[in-house]
């Protein structure tokens, strides 16, 4: 079942598109990954699924009903890329008012404020200001109050920005230990490797439009180059390599850590090189496919792109 | 729960600028400093004495017979004295009265080297009035100067009390306290407005340059934080202006206590003789004029 839909989702500032006629489904229980460049439209399409922005046009549908910001947002949990606490409120009191404005009761907040201080070991932090943490510190009160009161819908804009890898680790380990309990999580960030790691669906959005959306194993797929990586028992010699181009089934474009890249030609199959190694004679070590990066696409579609599209007119 | 969520921003607003020091500080010490504001003007007023002599270039002749001098002004009628040289003479300022017709009001002029205030201005004014009345009344009828002064002093015998008398019981009131206690009133409310409005703005600000807007109207609505937050500071401001009164009417007891009761009694007596002077004034003025009724 999907937890959320949107539908057509169009909203329009004073002279610019921020988001282009957006369409995109989520299923329950799955870690989402928005992808884009700076300028996007990202930040405001989340604004809308939060009820900050209402959409100019376009429909959301949260557990199947058009979506109720009175209601819904109580469901969903926020945490923007600009992380924002009251600096001088006491930590404590702080993640038991932002628990109770969701909706929950004071005693409530209070028992899973102490649940989730215990997990992240901020017990001796509840009488502190938030002044006084690191920036690292305050990212880790931010997702316990963006989590505190089990949201359905959990979006997380650069969670992992400020934090070191243990600390990523512990975020990361939630982040999953949420999805089993059937929590969705929208991921926004611009780290691709952690989108390759943590995400099972992604969309890439730029200049407001939707311009990639699938599984991540789906995507490097459809943008995949038919290069695999052969290792061989015998290095090759140069009359080798001069016999090995002259096949119709595949080119060699490189070497990298001894073992050969080689590109397989339109219409054949990997059975193919593998089958004219071996008539060689030669060992075959290995033989795996190079499947591009996220980081890899992303570059190869937005690049060229503005990066700031203060100047798109409508 | 909508107005569940007003009443928890309303109590974070409130109880973090309750328990801020600033509020207390300012709470505390707000009293302190109008009582030595109230005690350093008293102090001032009565201490500071400015004394001005003023040369006065009569063409009536009378005046020098009439013009009273005292501590706070005096005239100086040397003859040659005129508009150049007055402040050689060691006079702060001149005084120039033409010939006075009965039957027409004419401008008399006062030229200074140092400004009068506005209470010796009026000061100097009543002088001059008083010194035609009584001019008038010694020319036009057969009183003599001395019989003047003395029909003065033995007039002064009554003194205006009022009472009001909205309730069921008459009861004394006093007109200038009421009229004080508004004014301080009207500037204290005007003041706390435009502080609280713009501790309302501040919060908004704060919310804003801290991030948690964002956080924040993720789960309440817009109207509700601002709701919230004009209630809370406005709660703030009401319970400040409590302490105020509570310190205020404590503080005065308090002085109540440690003020001798001779002291006590002098002011009484000071009060009431003021009360007489300003009686004395409004007969003497009546007085006056009835004079020169009879005259005309």
């Known amino acids: ?314 | 729960m909508s107005n569940n969520k007003i009443w928890l921003i309303t109590r974070r607003e409130y109880l973090t600028r309750v328990r801020n020091r600033t509020f207390l500080l300012s709470t505390f010490l707000f009293p302190l400093v109008i009582i030595l504001f109230i005690a350093g003007s008293v102090m001032i007023a009565t201490q500071t004495h400015t004394h001005h002599k003023i040369a006065v270039v009569d063409a009536n002749g009378y005046f020098k017979d009439y013009l009273r001098s005292d501590s706070s002004l005096s005239f100086d009628f040397s003859p040659g004295i005129d508009t150049l040289n007055y402040a050689d003479r060691g006079n702060t300022a001149v005084l120039i009265i033409p010939p006075l017709p009965e039957d027409n009001v004419t401008i008399y002029r006062l030229k200074f080297k140092k400004q009068l205030g506005p209470a010796a201005k009026d000061d100097l004014e009543n002088r001059v009035n008083n010194a035609i009345t009584d001019h008038l009344i010694y020319e036009k009828t057969s009183v003599s100067r001395i019989q003047l002064d003395t029909l003065r002093s033995r007039s002064k015998i009554a003194a205006l009390r009022t009472f009001d008398d909205n309730d069921k019981k008459a009861r004394a009131s006093n007109q200038n306290a009421a009229g004080a206690i508004g004014y301080v009133c009207a500037i204290l409310i005007y003041m706390l407005t435009f502080i609280y409005g713009a501790m309302v703005m501040r919060g908004v600000m704060e919310e804003k340059t801290n991030r948690i807007a964002e956080v924040v109207v993720s789960s309440v609505k817009p109207f509700q934080l601002m709701m919230g937050k004009i209630t809370g500071i406005g709660a703030v401001g009401l319970t400040q202006f409590l302490l105020w009164i509570v310190l205020l009417v404590g503080l005065s007891f308090l002085a109540q206590a440690f003020i001798p009761p001779s002291v006590g009694k002098e002011i009484m007596q000071l009060q009431q003789a003021n009360a007489m002077g300003n009686a004395g004034n409004a007969i003497r003025v009546s007085e006056g004029a009835n004079k020169i009724y009879e005259c005309r």
């Open chain 1, 1 to 314: 079942m999907n937890i959320l839909e949107v539908k057509d989702l169009q909203k329009t500032f004073a002279t610019q598109i921020a988001v282009d006629k957006i369409s995109f489904q989520l299923e329950k229980g799955s870690i989402f990954g928005l992808l884009g460049p700076n300028g996007a439209g990202k930040t405001t399409l989340i604004r809308m699924i939060t009820g900050i922005f209402y959409p100019d046009a376009g429909e959301i549908l949260f557990e199947g009903k058009p979506f109720d910001p009175m209601n819904d947002i109580l469901r969903i949990g926020y945490m923007p890329e600009e992380r924002g606490l009251y600096k001088k409120m006491k930590i404590g009191e702080q993640a038991l008012y932002l628990a109770q404005l969701k909706g929950l009761s004071r005693s409530e907040a209070l028992q899973r404020a102490k649940e989730w201080f215990v997990k992240f070991e901020m017990q001796s932090w509840w009488n502190k200001k938030v002044e006084d943490l690191s920036k690292g510190m305050g990212q880790k009160l931010q997702f316990v109050t963006t989590v505190m009161h089990a949201p359905r819908l959990i979006i997380l804009d650069e969670p992992f920005s400020g934090l070191d890898p243990v600390n990523s680790n512990l975020i990361k380990d939630e982040i999953y230990s949420l999805a089993r309990k059937g929590a969705t999580i929208i991921f926004s960030t611009h780290r691709m490797e952690q989108v390759e790691e943590i995400c099972d669906h992604i969309i890439l959005v730029n200049r407001g439009q939707k311009i990639l959306d699938g599984s991540v194993g789906g995507v490097k797929q459809q943008f995949k180059e038919n290069l695999f990586r052969i290792g061989l028992e015998r290095p090759l010699t140069g009359e080798d390599l001069k016999t090995a181009d002259a096949s119709d089934a595949f080119t060699v474009v490189g070497r990298a850590d001894g073992q050969l890249v080689v590109k397989i030609a339109e219409g054949h199959r990997p059975n193919d090189v593998l089958s004219w190694f071996i008539q060689k004679g030669e060992g075959i070590t290995s033989f795996v496919e190079i499947l591009p990066s996220l980081n890899d696409i992303f570059i190869r579609l937005v690049e060229g792109t503005p990066l700031a599209r203060q100047f798109q007119r409508l």
